[in-house]
């Protein structure tokens, strides 16, 4: 009885012939759960359209806007190439964020992000808080994310500077270090754990609601580069 050889090619084009089948019945099944979510959305705008109720109309309008995210993200997954759908590879990391998880508001949302990556540190594993890392600076990337230019007079709209002293921090310069204070005046901030930061964001911007992107900037910074920031390892 002969035996037959199959070379790297036969192999490979074997391989490419199951995976052309496979992705055919993927496509087909995301085609059916498309189908099936654009019936739910027009079932729900008929209910609209027969219940005009504000309220229901705003919480039918936020399932439309999860609804079409899930089929967005299904999509992407299914018509990635295979090479990075079958990878644990930054690009499908980018991809696992939809806009709906990113934003908040209409904005970006830093705290979300940063609780991201709070959720990796958790891990053992550095390489999965680098990759999450890595995907927040892609995210920033892709939405435009970035800080503004610098305002020279750190003075917070709708206060005075009077309503922005310190008068605590006043008190200590006064008694320590009492010459500072013929030249500059401590501005209070909240003191919500974020002073450092919400103190960079009004020295630089005049205003403290840039603090938790300053503060993801520096958390990405501090992880991408830990050897420069973490002697111990």
């Known amino acids: 009885m002969s035996r037959t050889t199959l070379t790297a090619a036969d192999q490979l084009n074997c391989f490419s012939g199951r995976h ?3 992705t055919n019945i993927t496509f087909q099944k995301i085609l059916m759960v498309a189908a099936a979510a654009v019936v739910v959305v027009v079932e729900i705008v008929v209910v609209v359209i027969i219940v005009k109720e504000v309220v229901v109309v705003e919480k039918v309008v936020e399932v439309v806007v999860v609804v079409v995210e899930l089929v967005i993200i299904v999509l992407e997954v299914a018509l990635r190439p295979p090479d990075l759908r079958a990878t644990g590879g930054l690009e499908r990391q980018r991809s696992d964020v939809c806009r709906f998880c990113a934003f908040e508001g209409g904005q970006f949302s830093s705290h979300k992000a940063l609780e991201r990556l709070n959720t990796a540190a958790s891990s053992t594993d550095v390489e999965v808080l680098l990759n ?3 995907s927040e600076k892609l995210l920033m990337e892709t939405y435009g994310v970035h800080l503004p230019d610098t305002q ?3 003075v917070q709209s709708g206060q005075s500077a009077d309503d922005q002293v310190d008068p605590i921090a006043l008190q200590i310069l006064g008694k320590y270090h009492p010459v500072i204070n ?3 005046v401590p501005i209070r901030v909240a003191g919500d754990g974020n002073c450092l930061f919400r103190a960079v964001s009004l020295a630089l911007y005049g205003t403290e609601e840039f603090h938790d992107t300053i503060r993801l900037l520096s958390a990405i910074e501090m992880i991408e ?5 973490d002697y111990e390892h």
């Open 132 to 134: 999450a890392s890595r």
């Open 225 to 229: 580069n830990r050897p420069h920031y």
């Open 152 to 154: 020279p007079d750190p």
């Open 182 to 184: 013929e030249t500059h």
């Open 20 to 22: 052309d089948i496979i």
